[in-house]
């Protein structure tokens, strides 16, 4: 399923993390993300964000930057139970990675920020 | 902003991760019991094989109260590859060399864990931790004392046979054990 961005969308979105490449939002009230990237916007929860990490972290970068062959330098991601596929360059990979890598960190951030000041507050 | 990975689960990446890698090294433990069981099994020391398969059990026990733990707690369960299970041994006394290493292991696998938690403050996980703990205590002596066996008793002669069924009555019954 790919959700094209429209002002028709029931939540609001907060913006999470955003390079130049794309941005990651968040929507509380559908407890799921909105990765605006390659192209398209596609909605994930928990689950499917999880693995969607998973798989971009696992791509040796450094690897296929150093492979010479003549294939063709792109990479799908394929999640499992999840809508979305990725068809990326090699470029595309590097430029997804710091996305999700700056997403995760912003979404650590927010969860001691929750659990030092708003948690102990109540 | 809401905490969204928070409300979907308990536990941080680096927990899960670690707790999963402990049901692996759970799953090792409980095949190489098995492997143990079968060699002692195979060279006539049934008391010491009975003993193996019942630490096995236990093993398979301790993978599986960690496999549900992470589910629980929102987490994603990861079902072990368990490969590379050593068959053969050299000697008997060797089976139980190594018995004591895993029981060794696994302990510092989970202080390892219990140090990230105390790092996290993820004081739910400790608390599920301290059951372990204290079951290393148990399988650490019996491991020990299986061991201990071989220098008081020795396997000149009938020693072996002496041993191995020695080794279907250790319990840990000390004052220390409640």
Request: charged fraction near 30%; charge should be negative; aromatic fraction near 12%.
């Amino acid at each position: 399923m790919v959700t094209t961005l429209t002002e028709t969308q029931t939540g609001i979105w907060e913006d999470v993390f955003s390079t130049k490449a794309g941005t990651v939002y968040q929507c509380d009230s559908e407890t799921c993300w909105y990765i605006n990237f390659a192209g398209k916007v596609a909605k994930f929860d928990y689950r499917c964000l999880q693995k969607l990490k998973k798989a971009v972290y696992h791509i040796d970068i450094e690897a296929k930057l150093l492979d010479s062959s003549k294939d063709p330098d792109v990479e799908i991601i394929f999640i499992c139970a999840c809508d979305h596929t990725y068809i990326l360059t090699l470029l595309q990979i590097i430029e997804l990675k710091e996305l999700l890598q700056g997403t995760f960190v912003m979404l650590q951030l927010n969860n001691i920020l929750h659990d030092k000041l708003y948690r102990t507050a109540v | 902003m809401k905490d969204l990975i928070r409300v979907k689960s308990l536990l941080s990446t680096e927990v899960e991760e670690l707790l999963n890698h402990q049901v692996r090294k759970e799953a090792l433990s409980s095949s190489i019991y098995l492997a143990m069981a079968s060699w002692c099994n195979r060279n006539g020391f049934d008391y010491s094989s009975e003993y193996f398969f019942k630490q096995a059990e236990e093993e398979r026990h301790h993978q599986l109260k960690f496999y549900k733990y992470i589910l629980d707690m929102g987490g994603n369960a990861v079902s072990p590859e368990v490969t590379g299970i050593k068959q053969e041994y050299n000697s008997f006394r060797e089976v139980f060399e190594d018995a004591l290493d895993q029981e060794i292991s696994v302990t510092q696998s989970i202080k390892k864990i219990y140090a990230r938690c105390l790092n996290e403050q993820d004081y739910v996980t400790n608390e599920f931790l301290n059951w372990f703990l204290k079951e290393q205590r148990e399988e650490e002596y019996k491991a020990r004392r299986a061991l201990e066996l071989f220098e008081v008793i020795g396997v000149e002669g009938t020693g072996a046979w002496e041993i191995d069924r020695h080794v279907g009555k250790i319990k840990y019954d000390s004052e220390a054990a409640d």
